[in-house]
């Protein structure tokens, strides 16, 4: 695909909005469109990428954990080492470097694990911007020390109580507030989904992973077997991937939230679970909707794949084939944190946990001249509470009520 | 002259045969049209009200079988022309033809749906026109005027035009700009609803030389939350009485 604006991938993608939106989002595309053909932006933004971010980020060969799982070479890309902790950075440089060439004065985006909000308010810090995250209520108390982050940041983080009060309402909420702002905020969406040109936008500022990871596959002359992500909303699989979609091979791997099982508001398996053809959101794709249409509810114990819809161009992606989705469980994923910590040194974000957990299954079953490459899309350390709890209770449980116990004194 | 009100109402809400009893006060009270908004769990163009009363319209169990039950409910008692406004995917999930067929079968004269717009609207608007339906385009002041145009060209008798900034419940101010604009779309002979967060009778007095009727919505979910012991009926009964 050498088009950068594609605004539809088959029959998914499109700009499903109400008229007062249109405005926006049609300068938003002709801007970015323009920024892209610019050699100054384009510069711009790598070096920001290089001194800011702290790209190229690495690609590790996992030799102790090749040796454990007995199959195939892993490898894995760190994309956690970036600054702030996540490859959401990535987009958000891009995007914030873009509104102020626009001439935006205010940032406002959406988060669920709190990710996209922390590297969103580090960037509009770095920038110079004002910065507003809106913020699901549960998704708050799950991921408090990212909410920490962002005030300290000096963003403004806004708790979304309707709806579920997860991340797709505080996408319900950011569209709101960009409906009254948009002559000076730009809306910093941070998933590769939402109306055009959102989907190609964040593609593009994310293909930098993907192209890193196919300089070093050249460079080293890996067989690589498959490449493998975790997938929310999908803006890590989709920029992971984006050099590879058009040949053959690698195979294509994207773990979803298989959560606590099959029913209803138990995961977020949209491709390798029940997903339904419809427009939310802005976007034709594949979400998890009732008999009546309804969004229904979702669970993942990773707040960043924890979302209904999956973006337009990987759900097409998924039908016709290209890349191949598997379904992994909370329990998978806890398990993989810690295989990975105690034979890497590396603790994984709760949601490529899931990528890792796949690619664990999988380098067993693959010859050992074979190559498979994980994408961290984040580090873990923003998931302690919940890893602590889920693994180490009573000590944990301990120490926050002798911290609470002390501060009281 | 009266002014002509386009009342707003979610099925539904605050239960079903409540929901039936305000469309009765509001048909009793004197309004032009009746629009019903059929609930959507993601309601992305409302604002804090109308997406509250949603969610609990949608707890009160309503499914789309159900808002066409209600429109029936209120045909046996009058024959005020009725819109019903909706989210794409509610009508896209269950089927665009399926859909419009209920429409046509229910009597309904015509639809909103603010984010099928003109050029995404998955054949919305041609398939409501074959079958004598009006599907409503809608217009926000923000929109370019070669936008404006290729809006208006169309056949529809009727353009919902979002006078407000944002979101609906947020009230505009009516000014020069607000004024410049609706004779802008007045001169392509359309019949204009108009919505901006009306909830008092002289904010409709300041522009209804412009249009053909306001939109009123949210100011009667604030009345039903306030209503306390009162009877709803009687409560939004009254309300629209004093917009008229």
Redesign the interface.
């Known amino acids: 695909m050498d088009k950068i604006y594609n605004d539809f991938f088959g029959d998914f993608g499109?700009?499903?909005?109400?008229?007062?939106l249109?405005?926006a989002l049609?300068e938003l595309q002709d801007e970015w469109v323009d920024a892209m053909n610019s050699k100054d932006f384009r510069s711009e933004l790598d070096l920001m990428l290089t001194r800011f971010a702290g790209r190229p980020t690495p690609l590790m060969y996992a030799e102790n954990a090749t040796r454990v799982l007995g199959g195939a070479k892993v490898f894995i890309k760190l994309e956690g080492l970036s600054n702030t902790g996540a490859h959401k950075i990535n987009n958000v440089l891009g995007q914030a470097l873009l509104a102020k060439r626009m001439g935006k004065r205010r940032i406002i985006a959406e988060t669920g694990a709190g990710q996209h909000g922390v590297a969103t308010a580090s960037v509009c810090a770095k920038l110079g911007l004002e910065c507003t995250v809106y913020m699901g209520e549960v998704d708050i108390k799950r991921q408090r020390p990212n909410v920490f982050w962002m005030e300290l940041y000096g963003a403004k983080v806004v708790p979304v109580s309707?709806?579920q009060a997860t991340l797709?309402?505080a996408v319900?909420e950011a569209?709101?507030?960009w409906?009254?702002?948009?002559k000076d905020t730009h809306y910093l969406l941070g998933s590769a989904l939402g109306p055009s040109p959102y989907p190609d936008m964040v593609r593009e500022f994310q293909s930098v992973i993907g192209k890193e990871v196919q300089r070093e596959i050249e460079q080293q002359k890996l067989d690589v077997e498959a490449l493998v992500a975790c997938v929310g909303g999908g803006s890590n699989a989709i920029g992971f991937f984006h050099p590879f979609i058009d040949t053959e091979n690698p195979r294509l791997i994207g773990a979803e939230a298989g959560g606590k099982g099959k029913g209803v508001g138990e995961h977020a398996s949209r491709m390798s679970g029940e997903g339904?053809?419809?427009?939310?959101?802005?976007y034709?794709s594949l979400?998890l909707?009732d008999e009546?249409?309804?969004?229904q509810p979702t669970h993942s114990i990773s707040a960043g794949l924890d979302y209904p819809g999956i973006g337009p161009q990987l759900a097409n992606l998924g039908i016709k084939g290209r890349v191949e989705f598997t379904r992994v469980m909370d329990s998978e994923a806890l398990e993989a944190v810690q295989f990975f910590a105690k034979h890497e040194g590396l603790v994984f974000a709760l949601e490529p946990a899931h990528a890792g957990a796949a690619a664990m299954k999988l380098a067993g079953e693959l010859p050992q001249d074979k190559s498979i490459i994980v994408n961290m899309s984040g580090r873990g350390e923003k998931d302690l509470f919940i890893l602590a709890r889920s693994l180490d209770r009573q000590k944990w449980y301990s120490f926050l009520r002798s911290e609470v116990k002390g501060n009281e004194k | 002259m009266k002014n002509r009100i386009m009342a707003h109402m979610v099925a539904f809400y605050p239960s079903r045969e409540k929901s039936l009893e305000t469309a009765r006060a509001l048909i009793d009270g004197g309004c032009t049209y009746l629009e019903v908004q059929f609930p959507?769990?993601?309601?992305?163009?409302d604002?804090?009200y109308i997406?509250?009363a949603c969610?609990q319209a949608?707890e009160k169990g309503f499914?789309?079988s159900g808002g066409f039950e209600l429109i029936g409910d209120i045909r046996t008692f009058s024959n005020i022309p009725i819109f019903i406004m909706c989210y794409?995917?509610?009508i896209?999930?269950?089927g665009i033809e399926q859909f419009l067929e209920c429409c046509v079968s229910g009597q309904v004269q015509g639809l909103i749906v603010?984010?099928?717009?003109v050029d995404?609207d998955?054949g919305l608007f041609e398939k409501s026109e074959c079958r004598g339906l009006e599907p409503v385009p809608?217009?926000?002041q923000?929109?370019?005027p070669d936008?404006l145009d290729m809006?208006l060209k169309g056949r529809s008798e009727f353009v919902y035009a979002?006078i407000r900034?944002?979101?609906t419940g947020?009230f505009t101010d009516i000014g020069e700009e607000n004024i410049q604009f609706l004779t802008k779309v007045d001169s392509f002979g359309k019949k204009i609803l108009a919505g901006f967060g009306i909830s008092e009778k002289h904010q409709i007095e300041a522009i209804s030389s412009w249009i053909h009727a306001a939109v009123v919505g949210t100011a009667f979910i604030k009345e039903i939350i306030h209503s306390g012991k009162a009877s709803i009926y009687n409560v939004i009964k009254k309300k629209i009485q004093s917009l008229i």
């Open positions: 499109g700009r499903y909005v109400a008229e007062v249109r405005p049609d309707g709806g797709k309402d319900n569209l709101r507030d409906a009254g702002s948009f339904k053809l419809g427009i939310v959101h802005g034709k979400f909707l009546d249409g309804q969004v | 959507f769990s993601d309601p992305t163009a604002g804090p997406q509250e969610k949608l499914k789309i794409a995917n509610t896209f999930y269950y603010p984010d099928l717009p995404y998955e809608v217009i926000a923000s929109t370019k936008r809006i979002a900034k944002g979101i947020s």
